[in-house]
């Protein structure tokens, strides 16, 4: 059973330009969550989905950021017009659906985005 | 509000030794969960343990152990016998409702691990 999958591992944008990260969750999971790591800190929630909704977007910054979690395909990350300050490590989590019985959020490598 | 606090920021020690990584944590709910993860240099984020509010055990995995004290709401790691490959920052995080909550990170304590 493959783990979580996140790509692109590293990505480079320059200011302005749009960066997409792209998490397929483990088999089985329909709950997909994501997570900022800014330099030298823990990680911070922004989003939580399930497919075709958001359920909790209350870590998302107010602009530029949107996320979605379509029936078919990964859930993607979006951030338009980058800037520096967006330079970090984004994380994505799946869980199993309730009463699973394994509630565990587990985590994907990363994508570090690189805004120049 | 949920916060969970990891007061050591960095720790080193000589391998072989025991270390000890403390976790605080703050709820308001009866029902909650903890874990601590793993980042070693490499990035990624390792699970190590989840522990919910109702199993006060203490747990046992290899050289790992916890102690999960309700009372003082504490939930801390011990690395017995350290080895270079323990250093990683390590991060304890707590949640209230999975799956339908986020998880809160504490800040990490970084953990290095002499030869």
């Known amino acids: 059973n493959a783990g979580v999958m996140q790509n692109p591992r590293h990505l480079v944008r320059r200011r302005g330009q749009e960066a997409r990260l792209r998490c397929s969750p483990m088999k089985g999971h329909s709950h997909v969550y994501w997570y900022r790591q800014l330099p030298e800190e823990g990680l911070k929630f922004m989003v939580y989905?399930?497919?075709?909704?958001?359920?909790?977007e209350s870590g998302m910054p107010k602009e530029r950021f949107s996320a979605e979690f379509p029936k078919e395909g990964p859930s993607i990350l979006r951030i338009q017009q980058v800037v520096r300050g967006d330079s970090a490590a984004y994380f994505c989590?799946?869980?199993?659906?309730?009463?699973?019985?394994?509630?565990?959020?587990?985590f994907g490598p990363g994508t570090r985005l690189l805004v120049l | 509000a949920q916060k969970v606090t990891q007061a050591q920021t960095e720790i080193s020690v000589v391998e072989k030794e025991d270390v000890t990584l403390d976790c605080v944590y703050e709820?308001?709910?009866?029902?909650?969960?903890l874990f601590w993860y793993k980042q070693p240099p490499s990035g990624e984020l390792v699970f190590l343990i989840r522990r919910n509010s109702f199993d006060e055990q203490n747990e046992i995995s290899g050289r790992y152990s916890w102690n999960f004290q309700k009372s003082t709401s504490s939930f801390n790691f011990t690395i017995t016998a350290s080895q270079v490959v323990d250093s990683a920052v390590y991060f304890c995080a707590l949640s209230e409702a999975i799956p339908y909550d986020k998880v809160i990170f504490g800040p990490g304590t970084s953990l290095s691990v002499i030869p």
């Open positions: 709820t308001r709910d009866t029902t909650y969960y």
């Open positions: 989590a799946s869980s199993p659906p309730l009463a699973a019985g394994e509630e565990t959020q587990y």
């Open positions: 989905l399930q497919k075709e909704n958001i359920i909790d």
